[in-house]
C-alpha cells in the first residue's frame, strides 16, 4: 500500500519561496510518476506540475513555468516542488499524486494517479 504525505507549506509574503516535499511509503518509488496539484476553494484541482519516474522529463501548467521546480530523490523516496516568486494567485491546498508507470510516459490527467497525499495549505499575501 503507497502512502503520500506533504510538508512545507505554510503563509508568506508575494516574492517569497517555499518547497514543497512529498514522502512516498511503499516500495517502488521510482516505478511512479510523480504530480504536483493544486485546489483552490472553490475552484477544481488543477494540474501543476508532473516528473517521469526517471526524473528526465518535467512538464508544468504555464501559470508556474519558470518559476516552479519539480524534482525527486529515488534514494530518498521523496518528490520536491520548489517555488520561487510566489504569486497570491498561487494560493491553494497542495497535493502530490503517484501514478504507477511501467514506462516514462507522464500523465497530468489526474485521473491517471492512483494515489493522493492529504494535501499542505499554501497561502500566499499581497
Known amino acids: 500500500q503507497v502512502q503520500l504525505t506533504e510538508s512545507g507549506g505554510g503563509l508568506v509574503r508575494a516574492g517569497d519561496s517555499l518547497r514543497l516535499s512529498c514522502t512516498f511509503s511503499?516500495?517502488?518509488?521510482?516505478?511512479?510518476?510523480m504530480g504536483w496539484f493544486r485546489q483552490d476553494p472553490g475552484k477544481d484541482r488543477e494540474y501543476v506540475a508532473v516528473?517521469?519516474?526517471?526524473?528526465?522529463?518535467?512538464y508544468y501548467t504555464d501559470s508556474v513555468q519558470g518559476r516552479f521546480t519539480i524534482s525527486r530523490d529515488n534514494a530518498k523516496n521523496t518528490a520536491y516542488l520548489q517555488m520561487n516568486n510566489l504569486e497570491p494567485e498561487d494560493t491553494a491546498v497542495y497535493y502530490c499524486?503517484?501514478?504507477?508507470?511501467?514506462?516514462?510516459?507522464?500523465?497530468?490527467?489526474?485521473?491517471?494517479?492512483?494515489?493522493w497525499g492529504q494535501g499542505t495549505q499554501v497561502t500566499v499575501s499581497s
Open positions: 499524486a503517484a501514478d504507477f508507470a511501467p514506462s516514462t510516459i507522464v500523465h497530468i490527467a489526474q485521473d491517471e494517479y492512483d494515489y
Open positions: 511503499g516500495i517502488a518509488f521510482n516505478e511512479y510518476t
Open positions: 516528473i517521469a519516474r526517471n526524473g528526465l522529463w518535467k
